[in-house]
């Protein structure tokens, strides 16, 4: 898991792997910052923890650097949660289809940052968030699960904020179960879920 700031989207799989029957590990918590909350709930959880600075060395050599680590670690799946780093296109390359991201928006509605704010002075009913596998371009790459939540009248960015953050805390345990266990898979730029039934969905109600 790639992590560079709270970490509660890690906390929310620390806990989803603790089942035995779960199909993912977290074999290692790697962040760009070593003031990273998330690196104390990794180390709470008796996880692994590395960080590599970004600071002052240019993409490419921060992205082999992140690169080497992985496969030193025999890592098969990243999952960025609230990574603050764009990765260069050889990267996500060499990477192709094993690279998850959370956003709190229902893609591709809304990429980029300052989303809750956008979507309030925009006055839509719904947003939510999305768990997608990552290609080169930001917040784009085929859609694994979302969820959807209501944007109530009187909503500030931080309220509206803490109510999609509990809807990412189900869906990306949703989501990277089903990559792990093969469920899940890109064919074209879609991903198809194997055996899903119009009732299990991929859309998560956080309230269901
Ligand atoms: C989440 O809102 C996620 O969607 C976005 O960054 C935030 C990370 O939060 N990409 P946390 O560090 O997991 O608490």
């Not at 909503?155 to 469920?183: C, F, I, K, N």
Request: charged fraction near 20%; charge should be negative; hydrophobic fraction near 50%.
């Amino acid at each position: 898991m790639l992590i560079s700031g709270r970490g509660s989207n890690l906390q929310a799989l620390i806990e989803a792997a603790a089942d035995p029957a779960y199909p993912a590990e977290i074999a290692l918590v790697l962040s760009n910052l070593a003031e990273a909350a998330g690196l104390d709930r990794a180390r709470s959880a008796g996880i692994a923890t590395l960080v590599i600075p970004h600071k002052g060395k240019p993409r490419d050599a921060f992205d082999a650097e992140l690169d080497a680590a992985l496969k030193a670690r025999g890592i098969d799946l990243i999952c960025l949660a609230g990574f603050m780093r764009l990765l260069t296109p050889g990267f996500v390359e060499a990477w192709a289809d094993r690279i998850l991201n959370i956003h709190p928006s229902l893609l591709p509605a809304y990429k980029g940052l300052h989303v809750h704010e956008r979507v309030i002075a925009d006055g839509v009913r719904f947003t939510g968030c999305t768990v997608h596998i990552v290609r080169p371009e930001m917040d784009a790459g085929p859609i694994i699960a979302q969820a959807a939540v209501p944007v109530i009248d009187g909503d500030t960015p931080e309220t509206l904020a803490a109510r999609v953050l509990t809807a990412e805390h189900r869906v990306y345990p949703l989501a990277l179960a089903l990559v792990a266990s093969g469920q899940a898979k890109v064919v074209g730029e879609r991903v198809l879920v194997e055996g899903a039934t119009a009732a299990q969905g991929f859309l998560v109600n956080p309230a269901g």
